[in-house]
């Protein structure tokens, strides 16, 4: 349980939001909501407090999807960013448009793990990050750790590869 708990939150490169791309869950789930008529599909998507504006955005794709094939490539467009900006905001992080990119590795072993029921893939490839980037941070503070006292560059650089490694320690 530690190892799991530890590697869950070890991972400190920058998040990608998989929610705004366009083959995360949020657009997937959006897709199957506009094809068969139903909001309700999305709407766990977002809180509760949201669900009218989606509705509202629901039902105003609906009704320009029926335009023609171009009206119904618009309304979904607007209908995903619309759902996907109001998700992003739920989670208190950024909406900077749609992407067209696959999930990041980790992100696509996640849902994988999600849909097997079982969660030993992911635990190996969490653990193997955790320990790829300990040892990373970990050789270079060792590496910058000898400086003579009064050596400010040397100790600078210390500093540099000290501080990154205590803080990502003290993230996982």
Do not use: N
């Not at 759902?83 to 849902?111: K, M, Q, S």
């Not at 097997?116 to 653990?127: A, F, K, M, P, Q």
């Not at 910058?144 to 009064?150: E, I, L, T």
């Amino acid at each position: 349980l530690a190892v799991a708990l530890l590697a869950s939150v070890a991972v400190s490169a920058p998040a990608f939001a998989h929610c705004d791309s366009m083959k995360g869950p949020v657009v997937t789930a959006a897709a199957a909501a506009l094809e068969a008529g139903d909001p309700t599909l999305v709407l766990h998507w977002v809180r509760a407090a949201d669900e009218a504006t989606i509705r509202s955005a629901f039902q105003q794709a609906l009704a320009v999807r029926a335009l023609g094939p171009e009206a119904k490539a618009l309304a979904d467009r607007y209908f995903f960013e619309t759902l996907v900006r109001i998700h992003r905001a739920g989670e208190a992080a950024p909406y900077t448009g749609l992407v067209d990119t696959e999930p990041e590795p980790i992100i696509a072993a996640t849902d994988s793990a999600l849909k097997l029921g079982t969660s030993d893939e992911l635990e190996r490839l969490l653990v193997a990050r955790v320990r790829a980037g300990l040892a990373e941070r970990f050789a270079a503070a060792r590496a910058a750790k000898g400086f003579r006292p009064g050596d400010i560059a040397a100790g600078r650089k210390f500093v540099a590869a000290y501080v990154p490694l205590t803080h990502w320690v003290e993230g996982v």
